[in-house]
């Protein structure tokens, strides 16, 4: 079992910056992918940033230019930098991972930090 817990979520005034972690513990093995979502109550879960094993990325529309995912492997670590941030970017930000145990592919989900932007 893997248990992922994020944090660096918090309040900040329109434009400003956090930096979101993501951990990972336990059977770690190859973490293929790693995902940040965001959701907010009522809305459907938005796919915000991704990052593989290669490094390579890919953003969602509306964070584009303004987000920087990054994964450190030696702490099983994920990281989310988000610049010039907008009300509407106020959400549940939850990590997801797919972790690789040879062929098999296994998926593990945090319980989210909140992201507040407000001011």
């Known amino acids: 079992q893997v248990h992922l817990v994020e944090s660096g979520g918090g309040l900040v005034q329109p434009g400003g910056s956090l930096r979101l972690s993501c951990v990972a513990s336990g059977a770690i093995a190859v973490i293929a992918v790693t995902n940040w979502f965001r959701q907010v109550p009522g809305k459907q879960r938005e796919l915000v940033a991704f990052i593989d094993s290669s490094g390579n990325t890919k953003y969602g529309d509306s964070v584009k230019g303004r987000f920087t995912v990054s994964r450190d492997d030696a702490k099983n670590t994920a990281y989310l930098q988000m610049t010039n941030l907008k009300p509407e970017d106020t959400a549940n930000y939850l990590c997801?991972?797919?972790?690789?145990?040879?062929?098999?592919?296994?998926?593990?989900w945090g319980q989210g930090t909140q992201v507040t932007v407000s001011g």
């Open positions: 997801n991972i797919v972790m690789a145990y040879g062929p098999r592919l296994s998926e593990y």
